[in-house]
């Protein structure tokens, strides 16, 4: 035996184990380790942006070539912790679920996802329920889904409005976000990203997605959020073409 040790999954969900606890269990990645492990679940253990920053450098020395699922939800992780956990998604990353739901990512903290997401060719599922994204998270959302491999993003309960909804229907009928949207800027950083949501999808551009191929079998949930009849008018062109997209409890007249 090389003494290497493989393992499958690694769950300690709820056990409190803070930014001390994961700096105990980053040793277990150190560059050099034998470690290699496929699925890390720390789900609810107050980790906050400290923790996430100690984790995401560890799993980048060691493990971001053989772990395949982050679950991360309910721990407090926050624009900062975003921007570090979106450096395990650089080229090269073998993860293909990443979940950070229930945590206080703002908008912000969607831009720096959003700008991984458009060099990485490896994540499927991206779950963010119970955030606080908003219109500006989502539409960098959709800017990345045309270069992304997402199949599955998880947007339940995130205040996204009309100009949210009607940017990921575009995205998903291979519409270019900034054809939709008028900008005076343009995309040079991820704050840049906040000033480009002023302009609303007009009903001649929902006309237009529908000559559109869409993203057929694309999960996209919106489960309690915002939007009303513009944003549900755009999606239901993705739903009609093949998206499975989830409206429960929205503001549709």
Do not use: Y
Request: hydrophobic share 40%; charged share 20%; glycine share 10%.
């Amino acid at each position: 035996s090389n003494g290497s040790s493989a393992l499958s999954g690694l769950k300690l969900r709820n056990n409190c184990l803070e930014e001390a606890g994961v700096r105990e269990l980053a040793r277990l990645f150190t560059p050099g380790s034998t470690v290699t492990i496929r699925a890390l679940d720390l789900g609810t253990n107050d980790l906050c942006d400290g923790g996430a920053q100690v984790l995401a450098t560890a799993l980048n020395l060691c493990c971001n070539k053989t772990l395949e699922s982050l679950q991360l939800p309910n721990n407090h992780i926050g624009d900062e912790g975003a921007r570090v956990l979106s450096k395990l998604l650089n080229d090269g990353s073998s993860i293909t679920s990443l979940n950070l739901a229930m945590n206080v990512i703002s908008p912000i903290g969607a831009c720096h996802l959003a700008e991984a997401l458009r060099e990485n060719s490896t994540l499927s599922s991206l779950e963010l329920r119970s955030n606080d994204v908003r219109d500006d998270g989502a539409i960098a959302l959709a800017s990345a889904l045309p270069t992304s491999a997402l199949a599955s993003i998880g947007l339940e309960d995130n205040r996204v409005g009309d100009d949210g909804a009607c940017a990921l229907a575009g995205a998903l009928c291979g519409a270019e976000v900034g054809s939709l949207f008028s900008s005076t800027s343009h995309r040079s950083s991820p704050q840049r990203w906040l000033v480009l949501c002023t302009a609303h999808m007009k009903e001649r551009q929902i006309e237009e997605l529908r000559g559109r191929p869409a993203r057929e079998g694309f999960h996209l949930d919106l489960t309690h959020n915002l939007f009303k009849d513009q944003g549900v008018c755009a999606l239901a062109v993705a739903l009609a073409k093949g998206a499975d997209v989830l409206l429960e409890d929205n503001d549709i007249g």
